[in-house]
């Protein structure tokens, strides 16, 4: 009886310190991530919203007297017709790539998900594409384009005879189909190792269910597994979509510096008309501008998901 | 709970904004400066410098820096290393911060950003006259910008020239049809992969031929608005050239600068085109060989464009110690002795007027060598202006070679893709 008056009132005398759940202790929590975030996400991306309003080049950078020019850099940008063949060309890289990453990595992970001898090292081998950094990845791979030394060609000639000799890298559009292959090698862990931990949450019962109901493999996956996974798959989607946009490295180096206007996406041509042209104020236009195109686009799929639950 | 989550939102919210808006009327860093007194060279001082050098330069840097730091206890200095372009934009992107580099050695055609960026002070009032009469005359017109003094140039050269492999030429051709039978002779025989490599992807090794047909960069490198001069029967005898060495199978299908260099230190290539900076390579290599120009082609010598490398002295470097700092590095390591130590390196000829004498330069087959391609070279434009050359010249050479494009389409289509660069440029 006495310990427990005693308990009572040490817990009162804790509260009243008000480290317990106080009204703030969220924010307090909150408050280190908040203020990274703000400093390296929501800083540069402000103030980079301000300076496409601006006439910033080489000119001016250092004295950072910026003039006001409203809308003229998007008008520039919209007003290129550059800019619509990139654009069509990078909504078509994305596509394409995001469609094999998923597929892909998804029927690579319903292979994995079961057992197998050596399940351990196949995913590590399968993992490598991800862990060898974008850039040691994509020069081998450029090293593998060349036409005559290349191992792609060797391969396909010694396969096929010499009328199978692709020039990977001196034409554009073969040039567009390099990185498209190399990107989605780079792409396929991600999206293998997201539907696995998806795949692993799925409860056995309802497979067995299925079967017993003489459900066939494919309805399993089409009934049980798709619904399911969506949840898991809706925010990988987008982020692969994000990143495919906007994968600089890959195609700026597999084409040597972006140099062919055929050949490059929207991104590239930003970095070009950044750091070569030193056209600041236009290039953080044409990033709003992909910003907003990537932000509807997330809008609208979020929204397709749950409008179909 | 809701209205206090809204009232911390718009706070902080308005914070960022008022933060950056501020950021952008500044018009001066917030740097305290030092009132320039007696310069007391007792203050500790430590100099950035910022370089672009391969590995063996790269030491031969560090090395300097030692023997000055022993020399002068006083200042430190700390070197970084950059690639080409990645050393422009980095070092335009510092201009607006204060942690940029003090000093940066470079090539002379980023004289075309860091100048009218504002990014670079005049040098000669930085070492003092004295000094400057101690350089080569000509090597110091290439490092002017605009007519004022923006660069201290420690080498001349960066110019292409032909190195074979004596084994497989033990006589040199004279004409480039000569060099062009040989190739292709010992392909045929066998002997090797290809017999001329050399960088396919980057114009810069094929201008010089531009200059064999007697074509032109720019109408007028020296006016206030030089326009290109790419839409000219030169431009189609030279893509037309350059189409048929390749159909020919005297150069590779495809080659990057890497790729030539393999073949010619594998001793797959008879002859390469590349630079002075190869010639520490290919002794590694193992392989024995010699230097010429570039052979002529109908009578009419290529040439390649030259450029000199040398130091720059950053805008905001005022404070007294600091500069007589700058100064005292900057006149060590273009001492006679230094240059020829960097000399090893570069295997370029150096500025210091002295050192140029010297017999390691004059009885160095290699560096006296290419005093005779120098005399055939035109200086490299520094103008801004070239940025939208190369690019216009890069996809359009590709597409030649890969024969997407026809030589004769050539020249009109470089043409617009600078004119339009240049308009891009804002110039």
């Avoid at chain 2, 660069?151 to 960066?158: I, V």
């Avoid at chain 2, 960088?199 to 090794?205: A, Q, R, S, T």
């Avoid at chain 2, 450029?307 to 273009?334: P, R």
């Amino acid at each position: 009886m006495k310990d427990t008056v005693v308990k009572l009132k040490k817990k009162k005398r804790n509260s009243s310190f008000g480290i317990g759940q106080g009204r703030f202790t969220p924010f307090f929590f909150l408050a280190p991530a908040a203020i990274v975030l703000a400093f390296v996400v929501a800083y540069p991306l402000i103030y980079e919203i301000i300076i496409s309003f601006k006439n910033v080049t080489l000119l001016n950078l250092k004295s950072q007297n910026y003039p006001w020019i409203g809308l003229d850099n998007y008008i520039n940008v919209l007003a290129d017709s550059l800019f619509y063949s990139t654009l069509i060309r990078t909504i078509l890289w994305t596509a394409i790539n995001v469609f094999f990453h998923v597929s892909i990595g998804l029927f690579l992970a319903i292979l994995l998900n079961r057992k197998l001898p050596g399940k351990a090292f196949i995913r590590i081998l399968l993992i490598l594409p991800w862990a060898v950094p974008q850039y040691i990845a994509a020069m081998t791979w450029k090293g593998m384009y060349n036409v005559e030394y290349g191992s792609i060609n060797i391969i396909l000639t010694k396969l096929f005879g010499d009328a199978a000799l692709i020039p990977w890298l001196s034409v554009p559009s073969w040039t567009f189909l390099a990185c498209i292959i190399t990107n989605i090698w780079l792409g396929i862990p991600f999206m293998m190792m997201i539907s696995l931990g998806g795949l692993t949450s799925i409860p056995e019962e309802l497979y067995e269910a299925a079967e017993l109901d003489g459900a066939s493999g494919f309805q399993q996956f089409k009934n049980i597994t798709l619904p399911l996974l969506k949840p898991i798959l809706t925010p990988a989607i987008i982020l692969g979509t994000v990143w495919t946009f906007n994968m600089v490295n890959v195609v700026y180096i597999i084409t040597s510096g972006s140099a062919s206007d055929e050949s490059q996406i929207l991104i590239t041509m930003v970095f070009k008309r950044a750091f070569q042209y030193f056209r600041y104020g236009q290039s953080a236009a044409l990033s709003v501008i992909i910003f907003l195109i990537l932000l509807a686009f997330s809008t609208v799929f979020i929204k397709a998901q749950k409008s179909d639950d | 709970m809701k209205k206090i989550k809204v009232m911390i939102a718009m706070a902080m919210i308005s914070t960022l904004v008022v933060g950056s808006m501020a950021g952008c009327t500044k018009k001066t860093a917030v740097t305290p400066e030092k009132t320039p007194a007696v310069v007391e060279s007792t203050k500790p001082v430590s100099l950035a410098i910022w370089e672009q050098e391969d590995p063996d330069g790269q030491a031969m840097m560090d090395t300097l820096a030692k023997e000055f730091t022993a020399a002068n206890p006083k200042i430190t200095v700390k070197r970084t290393h950059y690639e080409t372009e990645e050393l422009r934009k980095n070092y335009t992107t510092a201009s607006l911060g204060t942690t940029g580099p003090d000093i940066v050695l470079g090539p002379n055609d980023n004289l075309g950003v860091f100048v009218p960026g504002n990014l670079v002070q005049p040098i000669d009032t930085v070492v003092g006259a004295e000094f400057m009469a101690t350089i080569d005359p000509l090597a110091l017109d290439a490092a002017k910008y605009s007519g004022k003094q923006y660069m201290l140039p420690d080498r001349n050269g960066n110019e292409l020239l032909v190195a074979y492999n004596k084994k497989l030429v033990p006589t040199p051709p004279k004409t480039f049809e000569e060099l062009e039978a040989m190739g292709l002779k010992l392909k045929k025989e066998g002997k090797v992969e290809y017999g001329l490599v050399m960088d396919e992807v980057e114009p810069f090794f094929s201008v010089p031929f531009l200059a064999a047909f007697g074509g032109t960069i720019f109408d007028d490198v020296n006016s206030a608005t030089p326009k290109p001069s790419l839409n000219t029967p030169a431009v189609t005898s030279w893509m037309t050239f350059m189409k048929r060495i390749h159909t020919a199978g005297l150069i590779p299908k495809e080659a990057n600068g890497d790729l030539a260099l393999t073949l010619f230190k594998g001793g797959k290539a008879a002859f390469i085109i590349n630079g002075p900076w190869g010639f520490g390579d290919y002794t590694k290599a193992g392989i024995d060989f010699g230097i010429m120009p570039i052979p002529t082609i109908n009578g009419k010598s290529p040439a390649p464009l030259t450029a000199v490398k040398g130091y720059t002295v950053s805008e905001g470097v005022k404070d007294a110690n600091k500069l007589a700092a700058v100064k005292a590095f900057l006149i060590f390591v273009n001492s006679k002795d230094s240059q020829l130590k960097m000399v090893d390196s570069h295997q370029q000829t150096p500025t210091n007027i002295e050192a140029m004498k010297d017999a390691k330069i004059t009885g160095n087959p290699l560096i006296a060598g290419q005093a005779e391609q120098l005399a055939k070279s035109l200086p490299m434009p520094t103008i801004t202006q070239m940025r939208a050359i190369w690019d216009a010249i890069k996809p359009v050479q590709q597409e030649v070679l890969s024969g997407k494009t026809k030589p004769e389409a050539a020249g009109a289509i470089m043409q617009k893709k600078a004119e339009q660069g240049i308009k891009d440029l804002g110039l």
